[in-house]
């Protein structure tokens, strides 16, 4: 009887880890699919977008955009563009311009 009970934990057990596998590996090749699109390279700013989405679409090292706005990096969920130019009480038009041209001065 222990036998049988052993036996029926490590089968769960090897079931749920390659259900872990399967759902990471699928999200994996879904971002890898994403970033590999053309379309989703060298964008423009836009509003809906936040600083990580264009450091990963313009290939700039991770954290770097914040900084260089004069923006420190806070906890939680990221903010957009739009976001962020509410909270510096400024024009959505001029940070995303000031966001652009940030991103050309780092680009190597």
Do not use: C, F
Not at 76 to 96: K, M, T, W
């Amino acid at each position: 009887m222990r036998h049988r009970t052993t036996r029926r934990a490590l089968i769960l057990v090897l079931a749920l880890a390659l259900i872990a596998a399967t759902v990471i590996g699928v999200r994996t090749v879904r971002h890898a699919l994403y970033w590999a699109d053309p379309a989703h390279r060298n964008v423009a700013p836009e509003a809906w977008m936040t600083l990580g989405y264009l450091e990963r679409s313009h290939h700039l090292p991770h954290h770097s955009l914040g900084p260089a706005l004069g923006l420190t990096p806070q906890p939680g969920e990221p903010l957009s563009l739009e976001e962020i130019a509410e909270l510096r009480g400024e024009p959505l038009a001029q940070l995303l311009t000031e966001v652009d041209a940030v991103i050309e001065a780092q680009k190597p």
